[in-house]
């Protein structure tokens, strides 16, 4: 009968209907039920309650206190297993990789649509020369293209190239931020993917797989080093000009316990939803709920040991502290007249790919582990000289900027920064006179910092820039690449899932030594 009492007691005080205003965030409504319940009980009743109705995960989905409510909901895992080594009080605590890595965190630059590696980063003379000409059948072999019938005509590039750097790297007109850091980057030219449209190829550079699911390759990241930073993700994600083909699967955590996952933030308003507080709840009482929370969450973790309950009391604690340290990340009034410029940021209010390039380098300053940045516009079916006009002026200076500022700094050393996008486009025409089809047999990507090999150039495709021609480096053998920097042995960085251990790599990949320092 005394049990009874306390669930009805407890079901009335956390009814949804009364402690669920619009806006408002869990841990500040919920504060008032937990008051209301240490009043009506006395302690012998709370703990009969507690054993009998307040199982954790009824209590997480039925009495209006998910995560999904509080500002950084999507910090936990609700179903995470202990962390898989280091403190498992914290599983994001920082950790120790498999040996010393070369770099410690990354910036990845995501252009998604494809940019196309003809007009920017390859130069084909001899395809502007067979230009308006069938392509040799022999070429066609085999060879199906996204959309466009293959014996479309070949299409010569539309811009033209210099060279650059001590190193003579050549590179479009289009990029001359770009072209003055050609000491500074490795430029791949010869990458491969095995997918040919736009969500699973961004979904397999992301995740080694074109299949939804699996973990993006920041999760893998902070899975195996944790986070430096106490007050923000240790993975972030910053969009610009429209949102990926693939979506939340390119920066997910998959399989692996949520608390992994990349957090967006967003570029107006609170950068998570729901991390003001509404009207009427001031600090005092904020912290006295997410006490009362912990104070709960602390029962259970006394009486089941389990550190999954210790790791979700730090996530409340981080979520708090975000609060005060998102605002001020995402203010750059601190900033200077001169970087603002460096990165061409007009208006630093304005959410545009410069202003994210630049809140990238303050995020690592602050101990953020993995940075992504998407910027979707580059699917030239046809405008396609206008198209990557527009992309490169919208996006070269502040790309070029970021690594500037990062070396300037002392940061670009022990931080990888990658610029590219899921697959290339076709020698042939599509859209006229005027665009290219997909293409996945060979495009371009260019890395620096943490152990690259600067003012290099790496691979090379054939005189119409159609297939690789020498050293191709898979997906699979960029990501081991990139792991291995951060000192992981990608065949060891496993996770047990559904009866086996599961990769980044899957059962591919080779460290490719040749753009290695």
């Known amino acids: 009968m005394e049990r009874q009492t306390a669930a009805a007691v407890f079901c009335k005080l956390g009814s949804p209907a009364l402690y669920e205003p619009p806006g408002c965030c869990a841990a500040l409504y919920f504060s008032d039920a937990v008051s209301g319940w240490s009043r009506i009980m006395n302690q012998n009743l709370f703990h009969n309650a507690h054993a009998s109705f307040l199982r954790r995960r009824w209590f997480l989905k039925d009495c209006g206190v998910g995560l999904g409510s509080i500002a950084a909901g999507t910090l936990l895992s609700q179903d995470s297993e202990a962390a898989h080594d280091g403190n498992p009080a914290n599983p994001l605590a920082p950790r120790n990789p498999h040996f010393p890595g070369k770099a410690k965190r990354v910036i990845y630059m995501f252009h998604a649509g494809a940019p196309s590696h003809l007009e920017m980063f390859d130069n084909k003379p001899e395809l502007a020369k067979r230009d308006g000409q069938l392509p040799p059948p022999e070429l066609l072999k085999n060879y199906r293209a996204a959309f466009i019938n293959p014996n479309s005509a070949l299409l010569g590039p539309k811009f033209k190239y210099e060279k650059y750097g001590q190193c003579g790297m050549e590179l479009s007109e289009v990029l001359p931020h770009t072209a003055k850091l050609a000491d500074d980057i490795c430029l791949i030219r010869s990458m491969q993917t095995d997918a040919v449209n736009h969500a699973p190829a961004q979904i397999m550079m992301n995740t080694g797989s074109q299949q939804f699911g699996r973990p993006s390759f920041g999760s893998w990241t902070l899975y195996g080093l944790g986070s430096e930073s106490a007050d923000l993700p240790g993975f972030v994600v910053l969009t610009s000009a429209k949102g990926t083909s693939g979506g939340a699967s390119n920066y997910g955590s998959g399989f692996l316990p949520t608390m992994y996952g990349g957090i967006p933030f967003r570029s107006k308003g609170d950068p998570v939803l729901y991390l003001s507080n509404p009207a009427g709840i001031d600090a005092e009482a904020q912290r006295a709920s997410l006490d009362s929370l912990n104070r709960l969450n602390g029962l259970s973790f006394k009486a089941s040991g389990d550190p999954e309950i210790a790791a979700r009391i730090q996530s409340y604690e981080m979520a708090y502290r975000l609060q005060t340290s998102a605002p001020e990340l995402m203010n750059l009034e601190s900033e200077s007249k001169e970087t603002l410029e460096r990165y061409g940021i007009k208006d630093p209010n304005e959410a545009n790919y410069a ?163």
């Open 355 to 517: 202003r994210n390039c630049l809140l990238a380098r303050r995020l690592i300053e602050r101990g953020v582990r993995f940075v992504q940045l998407f910027h979707e516009a580059w699917d030239q079916h046809g405008n396609l000289t206008a198209g990557v006009r527009q992309n490169a002026l919208d996006t070269d200076q502040a790309s070029a900027a970021l690594v500037t500022d990062l070396k300037e700094r002392g940061l670009l050393q022990d931080t990888i920064v990658v610029w590219g996008g899921e697959f290339g486009r076709t020698p042939m025409v599509q859209g006229g006179n005027d665009g290219r089809d997909h293409h996945n047999r060979c495009f371009s990507v260019w890395l620096a910092g943490g152990g690259i090999k600067s003012g290099h150039v790496y691979g090379q495709t054939d005189e119409l820039g159609f297939n690789v021609t020498e050293n191709p480096v898979h997906v699979h053998d960029l990501n081991a690449t990139l792991l291995h920097l951060l000192g992981f042995d990608h065949q060891r960085l496993t996770y047990r899932f559904q009866g086996r251990d599961y990769r980044l790599t899957d059962v591919h990949g080779n460290v490719v030594r040749g753009i290695l320092s």
